[in-house]
């Protein structure tokens, strides 16, 4: 299991960080708002572990209220010294899984984790894939935009379906051609450039907002 911690108290990250590798799980850190942002949007992570008063110019609840807005629902699990019960709704309803409040003991903590992670997996596979008012329905392989119907082609459909599931992520051209083509090496072609533009015009053309984007060197993201 994969998990990250955003937490500005370096004691208390390091604990939990150690705690959670030697139960043999792959930790990284974040100490404050904006990169553990970036880290939770950027990479795949099984489970995040959010103190709610974090700096860096967005909180916790702000946190995952961004992740959740770009369909991102990876579980998280919020750790606070604010033990009122407002303040417990506050995280729920803003799109976190449990909370915990300062000081916990850290079995507890490892046991809310693991518990989460679980959770997520035994969930059933998404039928109905949703990024802003973009809709991927994958039974009837229909695609919509504000309740406009999208023609996407075989290809196209496998590309944007990939994208939504890992939406306000990167997706790297490997990513695509191992999930899409089933390609284990870069055939040195255009095909995902060509596909994308293809797309991209399909899902974002005559729209206000775009929902695909070029990330400079690195890839792909899809987010609202």
Do not use: C
């Amino acid at each position: 299991m994969r998990v990250l911690i955003i937490e500005d108290d370096r004691e208390v990250g390091l604990f939990v960080a150690k705690g959670l590798s030697e139960a043999g799980h792959v930790v990284d850190r974040a100490d404050n708002g904006r990169d553990g942002l970036f880290l939770a949007a950027s990479e795949p992570f099984d489970v995040l572990v959010v103190d709610r008063m974090l700096p860096g110019g967005i909180d916790g609840l702000g946190i995952v209220r961004a992740l959740r807005e770009t369909g991102n629902q990876v579980p998280v699990l919020f750790l606070s010294a604010l033990n009122d019960i407002d303040e417990r709704v506050r995280g729920l309803k803003a799109g976190g899984d449990d909370y915990l409040a300062k000081p916990f003991a850290f079995a507890e903590l490892l046991a809310r984790v693991e518990a989460l992670s679980r959770r997520a997996r035994q969930t059933g596979p998404d039928t109905v894939l949703r990024v802003g008012d973009l809709e991927l329905d994958l039974l009837a392989q229909k695609a919509e935009r504000a309740g406009k119907p999208i023609d996407l082609k075989g290809r196209e459909f496998k590309i944007l379906e990939y994208l939504m599931r890992h939406a306000g992520q990167v997706v790297t051209r490997t990513m695509l051609l191992e999930g899409v083509w089933n390609y284990h090496f870069d055939p040195q072609t255009n095909v995902i450039d060509v596909h994308m533009s293809r797309l991209r015009s399909k899902i974002d053309k005559g729209f206000e907002k775009p929902l695909i984007f070029t990330v400079r060197n690195a890839g792909y993201m899809i987010r609202a």
